[in-house]
């Protein structure tokens, strides 16, 4: 997970910025998010609920830009309201 200093370090390039919010951006969508879900078939629902949260949160926090978050801002309700139900 990312520590607060480690988000607010600038990218060294667009390239490593736009690579980074790739990769955060294919998990904090709803298909990123369940697929997620595939690998983790054994861990029990409160670890997998907690993981997840962390998960989705660390890559929320992580994306930088805004055209990003406007379009995945939808998504991450629907995400936070799956984790919700399941607390």
Do not use: V
């Not at 983790?40 to 998960?55: F, H, Q, V």
């Amino acid at each position: 997970m990312l520590t607060s200093s480690q988000r607010n370090i600038k990218p060294h390039s667009l390239e490593s910025e736009i690579y980074c919010n790739a990769d955060c951006y294919r998990f904090a969508s709803i298909k990123g998010f369940i697929g997620g879900l595939r690998f983790t078939r054994d861990t029990p629902l409160n670890d997998l609920i907690r993981l997840l949260e962390a998960k989705a949160n660390e890559k929320w926090n992580a994306l930088s830009l805004n055209i990003c978050k406007k379009e995945l801002k939808s998504e991450r309700k629907q995400i936070k309201q799956i984790i919700k139900t399941y607390k």
